[in-house]
């Protein structure tokens, strides 16, 4: 699965997620856009939603995957503080074998 596949992905769970969230918490789609840390509209309970809802659509692509395992939440940088880097770490993980 190439990089644009994770991302579509990605944004799908958004477009999921968005309507749960206050107008005014709700996420962009974008690279950029901080889903963790200092800049995020989410908060603790929107994150969980958005790993889950993320870890739904890779599994409607036939991938079963836990996003928070030991691995990402022993990390130094945290691959859920932004759009993008969540996106390297999917395509990280795809690359080693390690989904699916």
Do not use: H, W
Not at 15 to 41: A, C, H, M, W, Y
Not at 62 to 83: C, H, I, N, Y
């Amino acid at each position: 699965m190439d990089r644009s596949a994770i991302l579509n992905l990605i944004y799908a769970a958004i477009d999921e997620v968005n309507p749960t969230l206050p107008p005014d918490r709700r996420i962009d789609k974008s690279p950029e856009t901080q889903l963790f840390g200092r800049g995020s509209r989410l908060d603790s309970l929107g994150l969980v939603n958005l790993v889950v809802a993320t870890e739904a659509r890779l599994a409607e692509s036939g991938l079963a995957v836990a996003l928070a395992d030991e691995r990402a939440m022993s990390q130094k940088q945290s691959p859920f503080r932004t759009v993008e880097t969540l996106c390297d770490y999917i395509a990280l993980t795809l690359q080693e074998g390690e989904l699916g």
